[in-house]
């Protein structure tokens, strides 16, 4: 079983890589349009932040 | 729910090593993400790296797998690598872009041009031959003047719809914008340069423009229009100058870098009501248009109309297999039932009113009346709030900032899409025969036909997206035969594109004559004659 500080440094990191490199219908986001630093701290709160009951999305 | 939850992407960290397996096939591979220019080897490469990092710091030049990445996405096919960038330059500065462009010319190093690179069904920030190095102009991104009283702008590349609608409201300014779809990722210099349209009285966006700034090849800076008088307090005031009108050739084009652009502003109008007319049938697509133009041409309804198709309307919120999971495009009663099921019709037409209530109370009569009589559907915020579709349209009308149609990309497994933007006359007979050619060819290859007509003054440009899996070698490929056949036959009936994907430039060119590519040529040749600035861009080599 992962401990659960390793399963938040790993989404941290796949939010990051979806964000660097647009996943399916995502457009890629670069360095000029969000720096290493406010990806690191979005990628931190979506992390840590509550579901939201009423996404749909898939 | 069905398909693949993103939450559950995300938690397993699956995305990264899928998107990693996905590197191109290259004639002249430095790795996965980036490619050569031919003519360039890789000391020489490695040489103009180093140049480029003292002008403009070691962090804004990406010259390695990772980092250049961000700039390899797109939507459109791309089976042969053809669109895969060396890397990318991100200067600051007017004075750091003449300075990339000395060094670009030193080691013929081909520079393309991006503002945000959101170019939607183009091809988004890749150039149309790899190995062209991106020049990333999103750090240029200051709102130079804002002139109150004129209503004007003065904005750098990087300045999104996004940024500007916050100036105003944190300003309580009282201007509206004119956006694209999805404007708030979208840069306003970019769409304007690309004569993209939007959806309210300044939905001509090169119309609305006023004024440049050009960095021309050999490092010459050009203001067009007044911007080249001595201390000129008009230059965001008068598009035309004195002597040729140049703003036109910097557009769609490869013959400068455009560095700062005017545009004027709709004065926020005191009233604003929002309309959609349904009609049931796919054939009501000729009486609509009939019904609208003489509006667009009297003003009587001022905005850029859409008439949406119900499978376009369908596909920004839906996918596919939620509508149909049958193989092929979508069947017409499926479709239709689907569309009523939403509160849609088989066409959609949005159009606003703008000014006073006496003003629209005046008007409404005279153009609902006309849309009856057609057989349309008149409808309102009265009966049609809540719609999605038509709060996205209700958005759209008054420029306000929306990026829901994103989700047309995702309309087949993990998504994909090409646009082929023909334009015609605003006349019934047009439009029923491109939509029947449309849909005769994207069914023969399996592809729904998702389609938007914006209807400006005499003239329509008909949207057609096709939506396909990219995820697919098989159906990408599928797409980029379908898309040449549709180019191509469009074309035959004297129908050709308003602007195209960077993987169908070449073609589009080509059907515009030989006599206009040979003037391009002469002024390309004039302009730049090392051919630094996105070659290949609009099929100008």
Sequence with gaps: MPRPADTATATMSAITMMVRSGNGAMPAFRPTEISDAELAALAQWISTSKKDPKEHGQ | ???????????????????????????????????????????????????????????????????????????????????????????????????????????????????????????????????????????????????????????????????????????????????????????????????????????????????????????????????????????????????????????????????????????????????????????????????????RMNNLIPNGVLMMGALYQLAMFKRQRDIYTGTGPIPADVLKAEATRNGLGMWNVYFALYGTDEIIGAVEPIVRGAFEASGGEVLTSDEMTGNPWFEHHRTLMRGGMSLEEIGLVRWRGMGGAIAFAPVAPAKGAETQGQSALATEIMNKYGFDYAPAYAIGGRELHHIIFLMFDKGDDAEAARAETCMNEMITRFGERGWCAYRSSVSTMDLVASQYGEANRQVNARIKQALDPLHIIAPGKQGIA
């Design chain 2, 1 to 295: 729910m069905n398909g693949v939850s993103r939450r559950d992407m995300l938690r397993t960290g699956a995305v990264g090593t899928a998107l990693l397996a996905s590197g191109a096939a290259a004639a002249s591979p430095l790795d996965s993400a980036r490619m050569l220019p031919p003519d360039v080897n890789s000391a020489a490469f490695a040489a103009a790296v180093a140049e480029l990092r003292a002008i403009v710091g070691n962090e804004w030049v990406f010259a390695d797998a990772d980092s250049t990445l961000p700039y390899t996405k797109s939507f459109i096919p791309d089976l042969r690598g053809e669109h895969v960038p060396s890397g990318a330059v991100a200067p600051a500065s007017v004075d750091e872009v003449r300075a990339i462009l000395k060094v670009a010319s030193k080691y013929r190093l081909p520079m393309w041009p991006i503002s945000t690179g959101k170019n939607m069904g183009y091809g988004m920030a890749t150039p149309a031959s790899s190995g062209q190095m991106v020049l990333d102009l999103k750090r240029m991104n200051r709102i130079l003047d804002f002139d109150a009283e004129l209503g004007t702008v003065l904005v750098e590349p990087g300045v999104t719809y996004q940024q500007l609608n916050d100036y105003i409201e944190a300003n309580n300014l009282p201007y509206w914008l004119d956006v694209p779809t999805v404007g708030p990722i979208v840069s306003m210099v970019g769409n304007t340069l690309e004569r993209g349209v939007g959806y309210t009285p300044y939905g001509d966006h090169f119309f609305m423009q006023c004024g440049m700034e050009v960095v021309l090849a050999d490092g010459t800076l050009l203001k067009t229009g007044m911007g080249s008088v001595k201390d000129s307090t008009t230059w965001q005031a008068f598009k035309w100058g004195y002597g040729p009108y140049l703003d036109g050739i910097f557009t769609q084009s490869n013959f400068g870098v455009v560095t700062k652009l005017g545009m004027w502003l709709m004065p926020k109008p005191p009233v604003y009501k929002p309309f959609v007319v349904r009609y049931p049938n796919v054939e009501d697509v000729a009486k609509a248009t009939d019904t609208i133009r003489p509006f």
